[in-house]
């Protein structure tokens, strides 16, 4: 997918209009309809803007990913890398556990 198609589908994915993406991004529609369009390339920091406010990852919004990590799950695991490493390890057991918990109980549904 290219960088436009993937703005397209971000900002129609949040419900935005051209318009109000680009209000939010300090530029125009028009200039965000070029962008979707790959007529143009936009600048590192209009992306920025862009994966800021459409509540993406930076590595999602240019297709280097495709895992799509919203804002809350970012700062979460913000935080969690700043714990000392046994409290960090600690979040890891209990999250290791909620996960096997839950594929298992996928597993047993089906």
Do not use: C, H, W
Request: aromatic share 4%.
């Amino acid at each position: 997918m290219t960088l436009g198609q993937q703005i397209t589908a971000l900002r129609k994915k949040k419900k935005l209009s051209q318009g109000e993406l680009g209000r939010t991004v300090e530029t125009s529609g028009d200039i965000i309809g070029r962008y979707e369009r790959d007529e143009v390339k936009p600048s590192i920091e209009v992306v920025i803007r862009m994966a800021d406010a459409l509540e993406v990852s930076l590595d999602y919004q240019v297709g280097k990913t495709d895992l799509e990590l919203d804002s809350s799950t970012l700062n979460r695991i913000q935080e969690v890398a700043k714990l000392p490493d046994q409290e960090k390890q600690q979040v890891f057991l209990v999250l290791d556990a909620l996960i096997r918990d839950f594929k298992a109980r996928k597993a047993y549904a089906q």
